[in-house]
C-alpha cells in the first residue's frame, strides 16, 4: 500500500482527481486530493495567492511520507515542498507537469516550449492578478479525448488562474535533489507540448520516465490506467 497526495494544475482543483482517486483505491493505496489556495473550495482571494502559499498547502496535507502527483502547473508547488521537507515525500511524481529549471519561473518555462498552444485560450482578468481559460477553446486543449459528461464536469468546475504562483522561480537545492521523482509524458498532449515535457524529462532516470497515449487530462480520460501505472511507480 502506498500514500498518494494528488495536486491538481492551473485553474483546476482537487476535483479533477474524481475518477482517479477511487482507482487508487482498488489497487489497495491511499489517495486524496487538495485544494491549492483560491481553487476549488479554498477561498483564499486570489490576489493573495504566491508559490509559496501553494507550498505550503502541499506541505499542510502531508501527515505521513506519500508519493506526491502534481499535475501541470502542479510541478512547481510540489517541487518547491519537497525541498523545504524532503523527508514527508516519498516520490515525486510529474503527471505532463513542469519540472523547475532553475531561476525560471513557470511562465518563462512555458516559452521554452517549440509551439504556444496554451497562448489564445489565455484571458487575462480585469483585476490583475488572475486569468482563465476560454472555455469555448479548454475542451480541445485539455480534453479531447474525455467523455463528454466529463468535458461537461471539467467544464463547470474550471476556476481563475492566480498569476503569481506562474510568474515565480522556484528556489530548488540539495533537499529537493535527495527525493526520488518520476515524470509521465502525455504523448496527444495538445496544452503542453509532448516535445517540451521529453525536454523536462531528459535528466531523470530511464525507468522514472513514463509515458500514457492520453490528452492533458488522464485523470478523467483513463483514470484506470493512469492508477495502474501510479501503481507500478510506487511499486
Not at 58 to 77: E, K
Not at 111 to 129: C, F, H, K, S, Y
Not at 183 to 209: K, N, S, T, W
Amino acid at each position: 500500500m502506498a500514500r498518494f497526495l494528488l495536486v491538481h494544475g492551473a485553474a483546476h482543483g482537487a476535483w479533477c482527481w474524481r475518477d482517479t482517486i477511487p482507482a487508487l483505491q482498488a489497487l489497495g493505496h491511499v489517495a486524496r486530493a487538495i485544494d491549492l489556495p483560491g481553487h476549488g473550495a479554498d477561498t483564499t482571494p486570489l490576489g493573495q495567492v504566491t508559490l509559496d502559499r501553494y507550498a505550503d498547502a502541499v506541505l499542510d496535507a502531508l501527515d505521513a511520507p506519500a508519493v506526491v502527483v502534481g499535475h501541470s502547473m502542479g510541478g512547481y508547488p510540489i517541487s518547491v515542498a519537497a525541498e523545504r521537507a524532503p523527508d514527508r515525500i516519498a516520490r515525486l511524481v510529474y503527471l505532463c507537469a513542469y519540472v523547475p529549471w532553475s531561476g525560471l519561473s513557470l511562465a518563462e518555462m512555458r516559452r521554452e516550449a517549440p509551439t504556444q498552444p496554451l497562448v489564445p485560450a489565455i484571458r487575462r482578468n480585469d483585476d490583475g492578478v488572475s486569468m482563465h481559460f476560454d472555455p469555448a477553446m479548454a475542451p480541445d486543449l485539455f480534453y479531447h479525448d474525455c467523455t463528454d459528461a466529463s468535458v461537461a464536469f471539467a467544464l463547470a468546475n474550471l476556476c481563475d488562474q492566480p498569476l503569481a504562483p506562474m510568474q515565480t522561480p522556484a528556489p530548488l537545492g540539495n533537499a529537493y535533489a535527495s527525493v526520488p521523482r518520476s515524470y509521465i509524458v502525455c504523448e496527444d498532449d495538445r496544452a503542453i507540448p509532448p516535445a517540451l515535457q521529453h525536454r523536462m524529462a531528459a535528466d531523470f532516470a530511464p525507468e522514472d520516465r513514463h509515458s500514457m497515449n492520453t490528452s492533458h487530462s488522464p485523470f478523467l480520460s483513463d483514470p484506470t490506467a493512469l492508477a495502474a501505472l501510479l501503481n507500478r511507480i510506487a511499486g
